[in-house]
Structures are given as structure tokens and as C-alpha cells.
């Protein structure tokens, strides 16, 4: 009896479905939306209104903990959506896609900007960035979230249903028509309210459920797009918008209306056709002339679909993140349409009525008829009942080919193997039962569709809550920014989630960088000092300044001076810092032309003489006395370089011992110089001429000219040796009095620092990036003498990268005009320094350093660098600082700090832990932090990322890549470092070297291993040098 009962039923089933697609003209016919309803809604052609929300992504991920927490937020909200009065009109479809070769084509369109953006400045970037972007798109997957809101009459009480209907007819009747064109007026009415409280409902639950979702609303156009884009994506380009109003397309032609309804007209007169203003229907804008039915298959535009569904739920239902896995590991592109209906009455209905009638013919109808029974009671007691059923979907691009009679055949051997792998990984994802064919197939890859069919034709079954939100992609993570103007990573099943440094959904840019030796915490940094450099939104490139230990940054700047023209070298440096006489830097150095020090320039003066007579201050009676008189003393060292006083000591040019750029820059501008005129005159000839000529080359060498005007460190010495006198009632140290204990300390510090004791040799004004390697200045000493010295150097380095970054147009430029007479300042000079801090106000800027737990040991260090992360988003400078130490952290910059970068804990759990307390980790993102291993080619650097945006705190776990031409230029590794070096000095230029190891060197342990089985015996360093001469004989 049974049997006979099913087969029945069976029989009848698919006969319906079979007269439903044989009584459609065409697949046209299909389609539900009508018209826009107004201009965020859709009208259905049954007058249910329809939202589109684009849903960005969750800013977590999926974690079990957080999850199973996670679920019960959505069963909670389905549970009470249920229970609402207007419940039984609420409709939700989720559609997801999610396709492995999505963003092959993408890539480099994403990336030209960058690659523009560098040519703009000079930089030879395009073979580096296209690399990269060939790698992402090789491993990257598309990922596209909407959710659709559906009210109907449903949602009105029974006695409101009759005027509902009344009210849209007459709306019909008045509207305006045309013959092939689209209806209008389509809507109804009377559901506005309950619809749009639909729609709030859900919005208020994506900003407040768990982390919170990135989601936008769509307007119609928006929704409309994104429909056809997920079913056609070859023929809706950016530019495609559908024509909704008669603003949106010009007048139409109207030979095929038939002349007895263009000369109709109405009652009053006015015609009844107005085709030649009216849109097309939606339906020839949203669908492609052809549809191809194959049976299993359907051919719709340039893709071919197989279409399935789920035919019997799963009996185990499971996070969508294990089957992304399986689906990215065989590349196999799906798209999931999730019906959630509140009225579950209707789902399954002849099936569960008649087991219901037939319970005794088997075990089967009673089981099914007892399961529908707890359901019910399960409704009864509080619990969410919904028709739920998922459309399912596989694609291939479309294969034809037309034989002598010009009739198409279709290759489906590629989506044929893709939709049986799909197939079997769905009944392995919960061990749901899937239907291949449902009634005709473009009726079911429509449905696998969002916004296609209303509701999908897939089969539908009353399920309960939590086991519906199992299997929804509630933490897919969120995509914040857009991929053409960001730093990229990815997910472990491929998707990219981008970030943009110091972007405006942030406060500022404060990123801490954690990681322990080769996790990828330095080619992290490397990777932002490149962005940096070829920042998109940058009309030039940003200043880029930095503080390192060893030199895991030297080959990203290698890089970029390398991209740069031969006569802009100089833009780019990485600088090994040593306190050597070779490379000094007067810390007296004035702005161009200026004969006194700006106030913020007075200030490090005066708080870096103090650390260097650090020694004396309790012996002077405190700070205040040491600070008088260095004040004073720094004061009359200015005097006396200032011609206009009579403290003046003349400095003269001599045209035989001066720079020869000085003498070639006079000789150029034709200045009126000449032997034993003050300095001054030089200057200001140079700079006059620099800023009417508009040439660079002559400010610069006015800027050298400069420096021969200003005092010097040992001038400090001899002025507050003349000032005893006006000091004398000050406390003795020592036995001396205060001026001459502080003298004496100056000269301990000049014989002890020749990097700042002479006239300035190395100037770093005009360097875009300059990074500065502290290893060999900073030392490894405990002593209290140590630290003092590097209390000394920190603040002389932090001043030479930072001098162009905290300028302020309103305090700066405001001080230049209240002191323009005293400071030297002519009109000209006064309008170029204004036009300089405006470019500097608008100039983006990054200071970074790296091992900031050497830092952490100079004394003072930190509170410079919280004075920097207060102050960053002023002077639009970011901060990126990293460590391998995470108690090393300024507290201050934990609390401040926009991102987080977590390469691993060094598998330690120790470290883990330590970084739960600092960043308040839950246990499973600590587990996440721990379980981090090195990276290699193929996964790249794992890392764990928390980003405080406008959205919310976003959480994941990520991989970061670079491509091989940039993982030979960020190489930190010894061997590799050396390898790049030989291959470097080879004469054929590092894009050459950078290259060929790119495309040879893979894996250089590997070439190693291989060379020492060549030759037994060879060490390893001989073996790299053979690697190295193989390569150099490459063309």
C-alpha cells in the first residue's frame, strides 16, 4: 500500500511540475519582480514587495565557541519573527556564492590602480604588481552574500485582505500602460508598513547580533543589478543599470504596437498607450533573449548551471564553512539560495498529510507523521516552525559548437564532473538527500538565483529553527574594504578580505605587528612600507620613515630605489646608523632661511640637552634650574649667528672651501656672490632664486648652504661657558658652578657623539622612505651607561625621521607669521614655507619600527610614542610598530591601536596566553593564535587580525601572501639574504635578480639540498654559491 501511495504521489508531483514548464511561453515567464515600488522596494507581479540587503559579511569568523553562541542569536530572532502578528506574510531567502576561479579576471584590474599610482611617481612597479595579482587570483575565491525580504497580503489580518486586493487593482487600473512594456503600479499598498517593519526588523538584528554584520541595503537599481549579476555576470558590466522610470531611457520606437491601440483612448480623453515613454519589461532587461534547456543542465547567457536541490534535510545539519572547504580544495564554484517561510503550513503538505492518514502502512509514515506531530508541539511551546528549503547550484563557462546545419552542440563534460563532485560533497555536508532535477531546469538554476523565483521551486519541509541556522553562512567574515586600494589577504578557503591602512572607516592608523622570528612579521611591514609607496589615493608619495633592527626592511626599499628614475635615488634609503663622524647630523639645522629654531624645534632641543646632562639635575636643584640655562644658552648660540645682533661672530663664504654644489647653484642662478660676503647672503640668494625658478636643485643647495650659518654642538660648549655670569647665583655640582658642570657635560657628549658634533653630512629632508638600521648604534649593553646612550641616540634618530611628519599649518605656519621679521623670513619665503606644511598637512605619512622591544629599554622611548599615537590623526601620520614581545606594548598603544596583526605565538603557550590577557582573546581565538606555524609558498603567513572599524571589531584568522619577485625582496632569511645579494651584485640590475630567482627559486632549501647531492661534501654556503652561478648563466 505504501509503495503504491508514494508512487502515486510521486507521479502526481512531478506531473505538476512538468504542466508548470510547459505552460510558460518562455523561460521569461519565470521571473517574479514586476517594477520598483519606490526606490529602495520591488514589486513582485502577485504584489509582494521585496528588499534587497547586500550582506558584507559577520566581523568575526567562525570559531565553534563563538558559533554555537552566534546560532542562538538567529534561532532567537527566527523564534520571535515567528511569533509576530504579520509573521505569516514575512519571507527571508539567503542567497550565497561562493566561486574559486571568481577572482582570476579581477586581480589586475584591482591592482592597476597601485600600478598607476606608482607610475605617476616614477616607480617601475607593474611586473611586481601583476605578479601578485596573478597569484591572487590563482588562490582566491568570490564571495557574494544578499539577503531578500519578502512581505505579502499574509502579513494583513484576513479582514484586510479583500480592501489590499481592491486597493492594488484599482492602482493597476490606473496606471499607466504600454504594449510590451514594463506594468507598473504593481504593488500593494497596504503592506508598505508591515514591509518596511520587515525590513528594520532584520537591519536592527545584523547591527546588534554577536560582533555585527557589514551589510547595506540596496535600492532598486542596486538590488536589480546584483540579481542579473549573479546569473548573467558576462553582459552586466559596471556601466549596466536597469531602466526603472521614464528618466531612465529615451523614447522607444513603436512600429510593432498595433495601430488600434495607439489611437485608443480614455474616457477623458488622454491616450491609453505610452509605450514610446515606458521602460522594456524587467523581464527582457533581467534574462537573455535564449535559454537553453539540456535536461540536467541549462545554458543562460554565457555560463552553463546544474541546478539541484535538497530533496530530504540533513539529518545532521553542519557549519557551510566545511563544505567551502572541500568546494575550494576541488575549485568547484557553488551559489545556495536558503528559503526561510514563516508559513510552514504549506511545506510538504501532501506528503505529511497523507503519511498522517497512512501511519499504519509503515514505519516511515509514522515516522514522518511523528516527527510532524513534535513539530507542531514544538511551535506550541515557544519554538520557530519555517517551510525551509535550498536551491543549489554549479556552473562551467558555456561550450558550443555548430555542425554543417549551423545547429549548436553543447559540451558538458566539465559541468557534468563539477556537478556530481557537488553532488557528493552536499550529501556528505550533514548528510542531506539531493535532487539533481526539479521540474524544468531553467526553472531550477533560475531558483538557485536570488531574486529569479519567488519562492525558489525547490522542495520545502518544516524545520526547526537550529537546525535551518546550522547550515546558513552566518560568520562568513566580513569584507570592510575595497580590494583595489588595500593590503590583501585571504581566508583559508580563499576569500579575500583586504585592509586599508589609515582608510576612514578607521579613527587613525595605530597597527600593531606581533609575531615571533620567521612567522612573517617583517614582510608584514615590508608589504605596508610598498603600499605606501605606491598609495592609489597619494598624489605623491607619502613619507615613509622607520626605525630597524637587522635588516629585514633593507630589501622593500632596495626595491623602491631601485623602481625609482637614476636621478631620484636619493628618494628612497635605508641607512645603517652608526655614531660615526661620517654620518652627522647637526641638530642646530634651522627651516630654509629661518636665522631662529620654531618653537617645536626649541623644544627637542632643550628635552635632548637635558638626557645628554641628565647627571647633573639633582645636583642642580631640579630641571627648572638645568632648563634656564640651556634655554639661555641655546638662545645666544642662535645670536650669534644672526647677523642682525651685535652677539653676531660672521660666518664668510669662500668660494674655494665651499660645497661644489654651492658654487654650481651660484653660478647657475647668477647670483651676485662673492668671496667673503656673510653666508646668509648665499642663502638667501639660493633660496630666492630656488622658489621664482621653481627648481629644486637650487633649494637644495641653499639647504647646504645653510648649514655652514647655524651654530653648532660644540658652540653650545663655548656659549654657556660665556654665560657663568649671568648664572652665577645658581647651585654648584660638584664644586663648579651650573653653567660650567653643563659645559663640561656638553664636551663629554660631543667627544662621546661625533654623529651630531660637526656640520651636517647626511640629510635625509629630501627622502621620501628612509629607514635607519639600529642594531650597531644601540648595542646590546646593560649597563646604565648603555642605556643612557641610547636614551641619547633614540632621540636624535626620532628627531631626523620625524621633523617632516608633525608639521601643523596652524601652529607652525600661524608662529612664521607672528615672527616673520625676527625669524629672517622674506614675503616669498614666508608663502613657500605656507604652501609646504599645506602639502605636508595633506600628505599621507607613515612612521614605523619594528622589534620594538629593544626600544622599549631606552628610557623616555614609550612616551614619544604615545605622544605619536595621540597626535597621528592630526598630522595624518600612521603608526605601525612591531614586536616579537607582546609585553613590550606601550599600554597606551593597546588601548589606541586600530589594527592587530598576530603572526603566531611562536607555538608557545605561554606567549598565547599572554596575548588572551593583552587583547582579551576568547579561548578560541587564543587556540587560533597558538595553532600558527611558519609560513611557505603555498599558504603563506597565517595571522590573526583584529580590526576596530565604524562597522565594529572585526576578528579573523587570515593568510598573507606576497608574490615571489616580493618574497625575494622581503627575504629576512640569512641564506636568502645572501643569495639575493651575490645575485644583486652580478651587475644586471635587482629587477633582473629579483626575477630570475622569482621564476627559479622556489624553494631555496631545496636547490640547496640538490646542489649538495651534486656535489657530497659541499657546505652549505658553497652550495648557495653554485645556486647563484647557475642562476647568473640564465639569459
Not at 7 to 20: C, F, K, P
Not at 245 to 252: G, K, Q, S, V, Y
Not at 319 to 334: F, K, N, T, W
Request: proline share 4%.
Amino acid at each position: 500500500m505504501l509503495k503504491y501511495v508514494d508512487r502515486l504521489m510521486d507521479g502526481i508531483d512531478d506531473l505538476r511540475r512538468g504542466v508548470r514548464g510547459w505552460t510558460k511561453a518562455d523561460h521569461s515567464q519565470y521571473f517574479p519582480v514586476a517594477c520598483a515600488h519606490n526606490s529602495n522596494v520591488l514589486a513582485l507581479y502577485n504584489g509582494s514587495l521585496l528588499s534587497v540587503i547586500r550582506i558584507d559579511g559577520y566581523l568575526g569568523q567562525y570559531f565553534p565557541e563563538q558559533f554555537a553562541n552566534l546560532r542562538q542569536e538567529w534561532a532567537k530572532f527566527l523564534r520571535t519573527s515567528t511569533q509576530d502578528k504579520s509573521a505569516k506574510g514575512f519571507d527571508l531567502f539567503w542567497s550565497y556564492e561562493y566561486d574559486p576561479e571568481g577572482m582570476s579576471s579581477k586581480m589586475l584590474e584591482y591592482r592597476e590602480r597601485m600600478i598607476q599610482a606608482g607610475e605617476r611617481r616614477g616607480l617601475e612597479v607593474r611586473d611586481i604588481m601583476e605578479e601578485e595579482a596573478r597569484l591572487y587570483g590563482s588562490i582566491c575565491a568570490s564571495e557574494d552574500q544578499y539577503l531578500l525580504v519578502v512581505t505579502h497580503i499574509d502579513s494583513l489580518p484576513k479582514a484586510e485582505h479583500k480592501e489590499a486586493l481592491a486597493s492594488a487593482a484599482n492602482d493597476r487600473k490606473k496606471s499607466i500602460k504600454g504594449h510590451g512594456s514594463m506594468v507598473t503600479q504593481r504593488g500593494m499598498k497596504l503592506i508598505e508598513m508591515a514591509h518596511e517593519q520587515h525590513v528594520n526588523k532584520v537591519e536592527v538584528f545584523l547591527k546588534e547580533a554577536g560582533r555585527s554584520y557589514a551589510f547595506e541595503r540596496l535600492n532598486a537599481y542596486q538590488g536589480l543589478k546584483a540579481m542579473r549579476m549573479s546569473l548573467i555576470p558576462g553582459t552586466t558590466g559596471d556601466g549596466w543599470n536597469a531602466r526603472l522610470t521614464l528618466n531612465d531611457c529615451a523614447l522607444r520606437p513603436t512600429e510593432a504596437v498595433p495601430a488600434s491601440v495607439k489611437k485608443g483612448q480614455a474616457a477623458d480623453g488622454k491616450p491609453v498607450d505610452w509605450t514610446h515613454m515606458l521602460p522594456p519589461p524587467l523581464t527582457e532587461q533581467m534574462l537573455p533573449a535564449e535559454a537553453v534547456d539540456l535536461g540536467r543542465f541549462a545554458v543562460i547567457g554565457g555560463r552553463t548551471y546544474a541546478p539541484m536541490s535538497v530533496g530530504e534535510l540533513a539529518v545532521e545539519p553542519e557549519p557551510i564553512e566545511s563544505l567551502l572547504r572541500m568546494c575550494y580544495q576541488r575549485r568547484l564554484p557553488v551559489r545556495m539560495v536558503y528559503s526561510l517561510m514563516a508559513n510552514s503550513d504549506q511545506a510538504n503538505y501532501w506528503n505529511r498529510t497523507f503519511a498522517s492518514i497512512f501511519n499504519f502502512a509503515s514505519a516511515s509514515n509514522r515516522q514522518i507523521d511523528k516527527a510532524d506531530r513534535a513539530m507542531k508541539a514544538y511551535g506550541e511551546s515557544g519554538g520557530a516552525v519555517l517551510g525551509y528549503g535550498l536551491s543549489i547550484a554549479t556552473w562551467a563557462d558555456t561550450e558550443v559548437q555548430y555542425d554543417s546545419r549551423g545547429a549548436a552542440m553543447y559540451g558538458v563534460k566539465k559541468i557534468t564532473r563539477r556537478a556530481q563532485d557537488l553532488e557528493t560533497l552536499l550529501q556528505q555536508w550533514g548528510g542531506q538527500q539531493i535532487e539533481t532535477v526539479f521540474g524544468c531546469s531553467i526553472e531550477a538554476a533560475m531558483s538557485a538565483t536570488p531574486g529569479y523565483m519567488m519562492p525558489p521551486a525547490s522542495p520545502k519541509a518544516p524545520q526547526i529553527e537550529m537546525d535551518i541556522v546550522a547550515q546558513m553562512p552566518i560568520m562568513r567574515p566580513a569584507r570592510l574594504w575595497e580590494a583595489d586600494n588595500s593590503i590583501w589577504m585571504r581566508t583559508s578557503d580563499g576569500v579575500l578580505l583586504p585592509h586599508q591602512p589609515f582608510s576612514g572607516k578607521q579613527s587613525t592608523m595605530i597597527g600593531l605587528v606581533l609575531g615571533g622570528m620567521g612567522f612573517g612579521k617583517s614582510n608584514y611591514i615590508s608589504e605596508n612600507i610598498n603600499y605606501f609607496a605606491n598609495h592609489p589615493e597619494a598624489d605623491l608619495m607619502p613619507y615613509i620613515r622607520g626605525m630597524d633592527f637587522g635588516a629585514s626592511s633593507s630589501g622593500v626599499v632596495s626595491m623602491i630605489n631601485d623602481s625609482l628614475p637614476e636621478n631620484r635615488k636619493h628618494e628612497a634609503l635605508f641607512i645603517p646608523f652608526s655614531n660615526a663622524a661620517d654620518m652627522c647630523k647637526n641638530m642646530m639645522d634651522t627651516r630654509l632661511t629661518l636665522r631662529y629654531p620654531l618653537e617645536d624645534h626649541r623644544i627637542f632641543l632643550i628635552n635632548w640637552l637635558v638626557i645628554l646632562c641628565d647627571s647633573l639635575i639633582e645636583g642642580a636643584g631640579g630641571v627648572t634650574n638645568l632648563v634656564s640655562v640651556l634655554n639661555a644658552t641655546i638662545k645666544r648660540a642662535y645670536e650669534n649667528c644672526d647677523p642682525r645682533t651685535h652677539h653676531y661672530q660672521a660666518k664668510t663664504y669662500m668660494r674655494s672651501i665651499a660645497a661644489e654644489e654651492v658654487n654650481s647653484a651660484l653660478d647657475r642662478c647668477m647670483a651676485n656672490i662673492q668671496d667673503g660676503c656673510d653666508y646668509w647672503d648665499v642663502v638667501d640668494a639660493l633660496a630666492k632664486a630656488g622658489v621664482e625658478q621653481q627648481d629644486d636643485s637650487l633649494l637644495h643647495a641653499a639647504k647646504v648652504a645653510q648649514r655652514y650659518c647655524v651654530p653648532i654642538f660644540p658652540d653650545l660648549v663655548r656659549v654657556c661657558d660665556q654665560l657663568d655670569d649671568q648664572f652665577k647665583a645658581m647651585p654648584e655640582v660638584g664644586g663648579k658652578s651650573l653653567c660650567a658642570a653643563i659645559s663640561n657635560a656638553l664636551s663629554n657628549a660631543n667627544a662621546m657623539f661625533p654623529v651630531f658634533s660637526k656640520i651636517t653630512n647626511t640629510d635625509i629632508s629630501e627622502s621620501r622612505v628612509c629607514v635607519f638600521d639600529m642594531t650597531e648604534a644601540f648595542g646590546r649593553g646593560e649597563t646604565k651607561f648603555d642605556a643612557w646612550k641610547r636614551s641619547v641616540l633614540f632621540a636624535v634618530v626620532h628627531r631626523l625621521l620625524t621633523e617632516d611628519l608633525f608639521i601643523n599649518l596652524d601652529i607652525s605656519g600661524q608662529e612664521m607669521v607672528n615672527h616673520k621679521e625676527r625669524l629672517g623670513l622674506t614675503d616669498e619665503m614666508l608663502r613657500w614655507h605656507i604652501r609646504y606644511f599645506e602639502r605636508q598637512d595633506q600628505l599621507l605619512k607613515l612612521y614605523w619600527g619594528d622589534e620594538l622591544h629593544r626600544v622599549g629599554r631606552v628610557e623616555g622611548a614609550f612616551q614619544i610614542l604615545d605622544s605619536m599615537g595621540f597626535e597621528g590623526r592630526k598630522y595624518r601620520v600612521g603608526l605601525l610598530l612591531g614586536t616579537q614581545l607582546a609585553e613590550y606594548l606601550p599600554e597606551s598603544m593597546i588601548q589606541l591601536c586600530t589594527s592587530v596583526f598576530i603572526f603566531g605565538t611562536s607555538q608557545s603557550t605561554e606567549t598565547a596566553q599572554k596575548m588572551q590577557d593583552i587583547f582579551a582573546l576568547s579561548d578560541d581565538e587564543r587556540d587560533i593564535a597558538l595553532g600558527i606555524t611558519r609560513p611557505n609558498a603555498k599558504k603563506g603567513a597565517e595571522v590573526f587580525v583584529i580590526h576596530k572599524t565604524s562597522e565594529g571589531v572585526q576578528r579573523a584568522k587570515l593568510h598573507f601572501q606576497v608574490g615571489n619577485i616580493k618574497r625575494w625582496a622581503y627575504a629576512t632569511e640569512a641564506d636568502e639574504r645572501a643569495l639575493r645579494r651575490e645575485l644583486y651584485a652580478a651587475g644586471r640590475g635587482q629587477a633582473w635578480a629579483r626575477k630570475v630567482l622569482a621564476e627559479n627559486v622556489p624553494d631555496l632549501m631545496a636547490a640547496v639540498h640538490a646542489k649538495q647531492k651534486e656535489r657530497p661534501g659541499a657546505s652549505k654556503s658553497e652550495a648557495l654559491h653554485l645556486v647563484a652561478e647557475d642562476l647568473k648563466a640564465l639569459g
